[in-house]
C-alpha cells in the first residue's frame, strides 16, 4: 500500500489479496537462496500478473534478496530495481519478465517443460541434478487471454506435474466485476485440460493454501491449479472487493483505515517490525542449506559423469564448440529457405553439440542430418528417450 501510494501509482489490491498466498509459498515451500538468486536447481516463481509487481519485490525484499528498503521505496521511478511490471536481469529474483496478461502462465509451461527435458537429458538413477517445481501466480485477466489457454492445454497434454499455479480468483477486473465479460467455469475448463483443479475457499489462510501446495507437488502426473478465492484489497474497508483497487493508490486516509482493521500498529509509511523481518529472513539460512544439499550431490555427480558434467556446464552457460557454424545448411539463390523443411534443419544441425535426453552425448563428429526427425515424439508422462512434439495445425 505504502509504496503504491509513494509512486501515486500502481496496483495495490492484488498484492494485498495474495499476501498470505506469496507468504505461505515462500517462507514454507519455495526452495530458493535469497544468497544466490541464479542457483541452477531453484524453484521458479512466476508472477504473471505483473502489474502486481509490489508483491513480487515485497517478498523479494523481505526474504533476503538484494533489493533494499530505499529500492521498495523508489517503486516505478525512473533507474529503481522496482519497476511498474518486473523485468528479468533488472531486479535480482525476478525469472521472467511479464507485461502482457497470459505472458507469464505461457513463460512458466516452458520453463516446467525445461526442467522436465533437462532432467531426461542429465539426471542418473543414483544422482539428480535437476529436480525442481514452477510456480506461477496469475489473475482472471491471464485466463481471459488465448496464450495462456493454448500452455494450459499443452501443459496438461505433456502432463506437467511440477507446475503449479496459483489462481487468484477475487471476480474483480479493472472495469469492474468479472461477470462483465468472464462467466466460464475456470476450473472445469483446467480439468478438461488434464489438470488437477485444486479450490481453497478460504484464500487468506496460509494454511489451506500450505495444504493445497503439499497436495498439488504430491500429483506427479498432472499440473495443477490451486483456486484462491481471495478479495482484492484485503483489509481495506472501504475498497476491498472492487475495481477501485485495481490500478490506482487507496489513498493515504484508507491506508490508515486498512492498517488499523488488519491490527497494524506501525502508522508510518515503510515500517516493518523486527519480528516479522526475522521471521522471513529466515529464508536465508534455509535457502543457504538447501544449495549447500545440492552442491554435495553435483560434486559427486562431477566425479562419476565428468563428461556430462561439462556438457551441463556448456549449456547453462550457452556455450557452443568450436566450429558449430560450419553445420550450418547452406542454400543458393534458387532455393528458398522459407520451406518449412529447409526450417527445420537449422535446429537438426544444432541437435549434434547437446545430450540426448536419454543421457549419452553427441559430438559434432557423430552429427546426423535427421537427427531430430528420427527421435520418437514425447507421450504423455514421458521423461527419457524422446523429444517434446507441440506442433499445432
Same mark, same amino acid.
Given at each position: 500500500m505504502d509504496a503504491v501510494q509513494k509512486a501515486n501509482s500502481g496496483h495495490p489490491g492484488a498484492p494485498m489479496g495474495l499476501a498470505p498466498a506469496g507468504?505461505?509459498?515462500?517462507?514454507? $515451500?519455495?526452495?530458493?537462496?535469497?544468497?544466490?538468486?541464479?542457483?541452477?536447481?531453484?524453484?521458479?516463481? $512466476?508472477?504473471?500478473?505483473?502489474? %502486481?509487481?509490489?508483491? /513480487?519485490?515485497?517478498?523479494?525484499?523481505?526474504?533476503?534478496?538484494?533489493?533494499?528498503?530505499?529500492?521498495?521505496?523508489?517503486?516505478? @521511478?525512473?533507474?529503481?530495481?522496482?519497476?511498474?511490471?518486473?523485468?528479468?536481469?533488472?531486479?535480482?529474483?525476478?525469472?521472467?519478465?511479464?507485461?502482457?496478461?497470459?505472458?507469464?502462465?505461457?513463460? %512458466?509451461?516452458?520453463?516446467?517443460? %525445461?526442467?522436465?527435458?533437462?532432467?531426461?537429458?542429465?539426471?542418473?538413477?543414483?544422482?539428480?541434478?535437476?529436480?525442481?517445481?514452477?510456480? $506461477?501466480?496469475?489473475?482472471?485477466?491471464?485466463?481471459?487471454?488465448?496464450?495462456?489457454?493454448?500452455?494450459?492445454? /499443452?501443459?496438461?497434454?505433456?502432463? &506437467?506435474?511440477? /507446475?503449479?499455479? &496459483?489462481?487468484?480468483?477475487?471476480?474483480?477486473?479493472?472495469?469492474?466485476?468479472?461477470?462483465?465479460?468472464?462467466?466460464?467455469k475456470v476450473g472445469?475448463?483446467?480439468? *478438461?485440460?488434464?489438470?488437477? $483443479?485444486?479450490?481453497?475457499?478460504?484464500?487468506?489462510?496460509?494454511? %489451506?493454501?500450505?495444504?493445497?501446495?503439499?497436495? *498439488?507437488?504430491?500429483?506427479?502426473?498432472?499440473?495443477?491449479?490451486?483456486?484462491? +478465492?481471495?478479495?482484492?484489497?484485503?483489509?481495506?474497508?472501504? +475498497? @476491498?472487493?472492487?475495481?477501485?483497487a485495481h490500478g490506482s493508490p487507496l489513498g493515504e486516509e484508507e491506508i490508515q483505515l486498512t492498517k488499523a482493521a488488519l491490527g497494524w500498529k506501525e502508522k508510518s509509511p515503510f515500517d516493518i517490525p523486527k519480528k516479522a523481518l526475522d521471521k522471513f529472513r529466515k529464508c536465508v539460512k534455509t535457502g543457504e542449506k538447501v544449495e549447500a544439499g545440492w552442491k554435495s550431490t553435483y560434486q559427486k555427480y562431477t566425479k562419476k559423469y565428468p563428461e556430462l558434467a561439462d556438457a551441463w556446464v556448456n549449456a547453462l552457460t550457452r556455450f557452443m564448440p568450436k566450429g558449430w557454424e560450419n553445420q550450418l545448411p547452406q542454400f543458393t539463390p534458387d532455393q528458398s529457405p522459407g520451406h518449412p523443411r529447409r526450417i527445420g534443419q537449422g535446429p537438426q544441425c544444432r541437435g549434434g553439440y547437446f545430450p540426448q535426453p536419454d543421457g549419452r552425448l553427441r559430438r559434432p563428429g557423430a552429427f546426423q542430418q535427421n537427427l531430430y526427425r528420427r527421435q520418437p515424439r514425447i507421450p504423455k508422462n514421458r521423461l527419457r528417450r524422446s523429444q517434446y512434439s507441440f506442433w499445432r495445425a
Open positions: 507468504y505461505t509459498l515462500w517462507t514454507r $515451500v519455495l526452495k530458493h537462496n535469497p544468497s544466490n538468486p541464479d542457483w541452477p536447481d531453484r524453484d521458479r516463481f $512466476v508472477l504473471s500478473g505483473g502489474h %502486481a509487481s509490489m508483491l /513480487l519485490y515485497s517478498l523479494l525484499h523481505l526474504t533476503g534478496y538484494d533489493l533494499s528498503l530505499e529500492e521498495i521505496q523508489n517503486f516505478r @521511478q525512473w533507474g529503481s530495481k522496482t519497476p511498474g511490471h518486473p523485468e528479468y536481469g533488472h531486479t535480482p529474483g525476478v525469472e521472467t519478465t511479464t507485461g502482457p496478461l497470459g505472458q507469464g502462465f505461457a513463460n %512458466a509451461v516452458g520453463m516446467a517443460m %525445461a526442467e522436465r527435458h533437462l532432467a531426461a537429458c542429465f539426471n542418473q538413477p543414483d544422482h539428480a541434478i535437476v529436480d525442481h517445481c514452477t510456480y $506461477v501466480m496469475c489473475g482472471d485477466g491471464d485466463l481471459m487471454e488465448g496464450v495462456a489457454s493454448e500452455a494450459a492445454s /499443452l501443459a496438461g497434454h505433456l502432463g &506437467l506435474g511440477k /507446475l503449479i499455479c &496459483l489462481y487468484d480468483d477475487n471476480g474483480i477486473s479493472i472495469e469492474g466485476s468479472t461477470d462483465i465479460a468472464f462467466t466460464e472445469k475448463r483446467f480439468d *478438461a485440460y488434464g489438470w488437477q $483443479v485444486i479450490k481453497v475457499k478460504a484464500g487468506s489462510d496460509p494454511d %489451506a493454501i500450505e495444504k493445497a501446495l503439499k497436495e *498439488a507437488k504430491a500429483e506427479a502426473g498432472k499440473p495443477s491449479i490451486i483456486m484462491l +478465492k481471495t478479495h482484492i484489497a484485503h483489509g481495506s474497508p472501504h +475498497k @476491498q472487493d472492487s475495481a477501485d
